[in-house]
């Protein structure tokens, strides 16, 4: 049973990334039906705390069409300071997918901080992949993201 889950899950990530190769994306990863960034997780406290912390609508902040959320006031003001920083790499997208000149959604809990920059990827399979040749995906992904319109 565990082998056919295991195809069955990787059918379905072949399928979704085949679908979603990158030509025109929004710039900000929000997810269909809401407007969050980094779907409502605060980015700062993966710098400051070195995990993923949702974040709370009284502390939001509007940046590049897309609502960020934080945990505290202290790691709003850090984002309005220097955003550039703090917002995950390929606006949010999977970085491995990126790579492939696909897009995916980012998960806040599937994440690495490399180089002081954010990376979130699709889950945990993927961020495992993605972690043992980063260097070479992010080269790749640089590229595809420099190429890709955005809305």
């Known amino acids: 049973m565990r082998k056919f889950t295991y ?12 679908i979603n190769s990158a030509q025109a994306e929004d710039q900000i990863y929000t997810g ?24 709370d609508s009284d ?4 940046y590049q069409g897309a609502d960020w959320y934080f945990s505290n006031q202290e ?15 390929y606006g949010g997208y999977c970085a491995w997918a990126m790579a492939g000149n ?3 959604p980012g998960n806040p809990p599937f994440w690495t901080i490399y180089n002081d920059k954010l990376y979130l ?6 961020v495992d992949t993605w972690r043992d040749n980063k260097d070479e995906f992010i080269e790749q992904a640089d590229v595809h993201w420099a190429s890709l319109e955005k809305d």
Do not use: H, R
């Open 7 to 18: 195809f069955l899950k990787t059918i379905l990530l072949f399928m979704f990334f085949s």
């Open 32 to 55: 269909y039906f809401n407007n969050k960034a980094a779907a409502g997780y605060d980015v700062v406290a993966y710098f400051s705390e070195q995990k993923p912390v949702k974040g």
């Open 59 to 62: 502390f939001s902040y509007e």
């Open 75 to 89: 790691n709003l003001d850090k984002f309005k300071q220097n955003p550039e920083y703090f917002a995950p790499q």
């Open 102 to 104: 696909k897009t995916a």
């Open 121 to 126: 990827n699709y889950d945990q399979d993927v």
